[in-house]
């Protein structure tokens, strides 16, 4: 979001307002819905069952911030892990003096429990010559002096689409999900085993 005028609930409330106003419409070409494999065997669930258990989907915010950068959504049921997390994949400029190693620059916000936050980082490795390794530094908000940690939550965020949704994909159970979804996240690919 861009800054608040201050930290007042009003001030932080206003500035993620005018964020969420900023979102353009979910584009069905850009959302995935899958359904985990057995889901319609589930007593209760009509075998008939189109309720997607997934979604992936390619966000954008059209401020000046924010245009041309993609947000990635995903989530669902019966995945691989359960995880709450937003992931800030750091590039580096196209103008800097870089060595062309792969960039892992990563910093994440962990949003089940109390939090954490972790940056990842390629740096060079102590030592004579040039080498690359991944280096992470993680901070758990509860481990904050004087932290009083709130209780777990969830947030649900819910968007209209107001065209036809694409078709609900089959995936396996433990699975990232549909294989479909993997094109939302080209050309860096989905942060989901870092």
């Known amino acids: 979001m861009e800054p608040p ?7 932080l409330q206003d500035a993620r307002d005018a964020v969420i106003a ?6 069905p070409t850009e959302t995935v819905f899958g359904q985990f494999d057995g889901y ?6 009509a075998p008939d069952s189109t309720t997607e258990t997934f979604v992936a989907a390619r966000l954008w ?29 750091l590039r580096a400029p196209d ?7 792969p960039n892992d620059n990563v910093l994440s916000f962990s949003l089940s429990g109390s939090g954490a936050i972790s940056l990842t980082m390629g740096v060079n490795k102590p030592g004579v010559g040039l080498e690359f390794a991944d280096a992470t530094v993680k901070l758990a908000l509860d ?12 947030r649900l965020i819910h968007d209209v689409v107001n065209s036809d949704p694409p078709p609900i994909e089959p995936y396996s159970v ?9 094109a939302l996240a080209d ?4 942060l989901l085993s870092r």
């Open 5 to 11: 005028v201050d930290l007042s609930a009003k001030g």
């Open 22 to 27: 900023a979102f353009r419409p979910l584009d």
């Open 40 to 45: 319609r065997d589930i007593e209760g669930i």
């Open 61 to 89: 915010i059209d401020t000046d911030r924010w245009r041309a950068v993609p947000f990635l959504l995903r989530t669902g049921k019966q995945m691989a892990r359960s995880a709450q997390r937003v992931s800030l994949l």
């Open 95 to 101: 103008d800097g003096p870089y060595i062309d190693e």
């Open 143 to 154: 481990d904050v002096e004087g932290a009083e940690p709130l209780a777990p939550y969830v």
């Open 174 to 182: 433990g699975s990232w999900g549909p294989t479909a979804a993997d």
């Open 187 to 190: 050309p860096d690919g989905w």
